[in-house]
């Protein structure tokens, strides 16, 4: 859509409306606006109006009838022709000025309609660049469904800019006035790229362009050959604001082609990849290090979820970048660094410290545990966790001594038993059945230990969850196994009803396949 100047119209002809050009899937088309086009109805019935002093006449049906045949019968030299003229002056070369790309446009007669159907469509439409009659060639361009539009141009322009037809004038006779464009796909865009041969400063004609459109010429300039063009979409293209992945898709695809034919692609493609030769490992273990290492709570939980969304993202995708060895070094110090915690606060003169000693050691205790609960999520949605449960199975020590801190610390850390034994119970994690059975003979107890607090103080706390994949990973074990593990914890589920995990259904398995169907006969 662009705004339109009109020559001067001499006396006696038919008057000349400023309208925009449109384009519709059927062509070109004249459409004025809804303001302008009330406008001419009033003026074109000024008997509409109501006098200040007398209330409007009536009319009668009859009338009515009468008046609409009157104005259906009226001849309208609009509808006998079927060409649109549009013309754009030639002074920019001379003062500098830019003017649009197609600036005018000469309608005969009036729109009755602001879309006018299909049948009554122009199928022919043309457009002068210059002074009018000052063109000596003409480009013919046929759009779909028979749509044809007639472009008076200069040859010298043409031949400056593009080298398309720069090629097609050199092959043809001199007096050649004439060059056909067939099945051209765009016809708008087409003849906006040829008007912007017409101009000085490009970049300024692009500037609040939208994107797409922006591509549109680009695709129409690398057909011309029109350089000057290409290059000051590319700049364009490099200094607007891309928005959303889809857009950006469509903008690297549309100019990756041209990568070794333009200086002006790199620096766009700059934006989605870097030529810099440091890993991407480092940079994903410095984020890492970041989010570990953050003490703010807000800012640390929020970090996490995008982080751990983006790596799921990146382990589906085709340059999946490894950080096992990165992970599993940050787990090893964040063990490291939660038995010494535990050793402080499990002291009996630990309990006699002030407040400013107890609690930075009770909140790195909870951080370390956050911490490890959340690379533990990492690994599991990496298939990677096994060795961490051979690792987090091996913490003898660090169990001893949970029973000798306070509840109200220690349950974060049997957030995380709890999280491998849904693992286990998903098939998320498997390790070896030595690891299994290790597994629950060190943390099971703790576990049921810190049960009631963990489904009362613990939001992200699933009990059927965590008791499924409990019952699952003990069935994984030997039936002697099976048989020690679930008569200990019948032991606890009596003793301490719904504040013990519920089993249940793990001992219905084992006792059928102890007492009711054993596969192997003794």
């Avoid at 002056?89 to 197609?102: A, H, I, S, T």
């Avoid at 660094?337 to 909870?366: C, T, Y």
């Amino acid at each position: 859509m662009a705004e339109i100047r009109l020559t001067k119209v001499e006396q006696g002809q038919t008057k000349i409306r400023n309208v925009p050009i449109a384009v519709t899937p059927e062509g070109f088309w004249c459409c004025p606006s809804p303001v302008m086009f009330q406008k001419t109805l009033k003026a074109q019935h000024p008997l509409n109006k109501p006098k200040s002093s007398s209330s409007p006449p009536t009319k009668t049906p009859t009338d009515q009838k009468k008046h609409s045949s009157e104005l259906d019968k009226k001849p309208s030299r609009s509808s006998s022709k079927s060409e649109t003229q549009t013309v754009v002056p030639d002074d920019q070369r001379k003062n500098g000025f830019e003017p649009p790309v197609v600036l005018a446009a000469s309608v005969v007669g009036e729109r009755t309609a602001v879309r006018p159907n299909t049948e009554n469509l122009p199928r022919k439409v043309s457009i002068e660049f210059g002074e009018p009659g000052t063109g000596d060639l003409k480009v013919v361009l046929k759009g779909r469904q028979g749509f044809t539009v007639k472009l008076s141009v200069h040859k010298t322009v043409l031949q400056e800019n593009s080298s398309f037809f720069a090629e097609k004038l050199l092959a043809q006779h001199p007096s050649f006035h004439c060059i056909e464009v067939d099945d051209c796909e765009d016809v708008e865009t087409y003849v906006e790229t040829v008007g912007l041969m017409y101009c000085k400063e490009l970049k300024q004609r692009l500037i609040k362009q939208s994107v797409s459109r922006v591509l549109r010429i680009l695709k129409v300039a690398e057909v011309l050959g029109f350089k000057t063009c290409i290059e000051s979409c590319l700049e364009f293209l490099e200094a607007v604001p891309w928005v959303g992945e889809e857009e950006e898709e469509r903008v690297v695809s549309s100019i990756l082609h041209l990568k070794h034919e333009s200086t002006g692609v790199n620096p766009i493609l700059k934006r989605v990849s870097s030529d810099v030769s440091k890993p991407q490992k480092d940079t994903l273990s410095h984020v890492l290090h970041l989010v570990l290492k953050s003490t703010e709570e807000k800012g640390r939980r929020e970090m996490k979820t995008v982080v751990s969304k983006l790596l799921r993202e990146n382990n589906k995708s085709t340059t999946t970048v490894d950080l096992h060895d990165t992970i599993y070094t940050s787990c090893k110090a964040l063990l490291t660094s939660l038995l010494l915690l535990f050793r402080q606060l499990a002291s009996p003169e630990f309990g006699a410290q002030p407040p400013e000693i107890k609690d930075p050691a009770v909140k790195q205790m909870v951080l370390e545990s956050d911490n490890l609960s959340w690379l533990l999520d990492i690994l599991a949605d990496r298939n990677s966790a096994d060795e961490f449960a051979v690792m987090w199975a091996g913490q003898q020590e660090l169990a001893g001594l949970h029973s000798r801190v306070p509840l109200v610390n220690r349950y974060h850390v049997s957030c995380i038993t709890a999280r491998l034994f849904v693992g286990i119970g998903r098939g998320e994690v498997l390790p070896c059945k030595d690891t299994r059975h290790l597994l629950l003979k060190t943390w099971l107890q703790p576990l049921i230990d810190d049960y009631r607090w963990l489904q009362h103080g613990c939001k992200s706390f699933d009990r059927k969850v965590v008791e499924e994949g409990i019952g699952r990973t003990i069935l994984t074990l030997p039936l002697e196994d099976q048989q020690i593990i679930l008569l200990g914890w019948l032991s606890s589920f009596l003793k301490l009803g719904d504040n013990c995990p519920n089993l249940q259904k793990a001992f219905e398995v084992w006792w059928r396949r102890t007492f009711v169907r054993p596969y192997v006969e003794s």
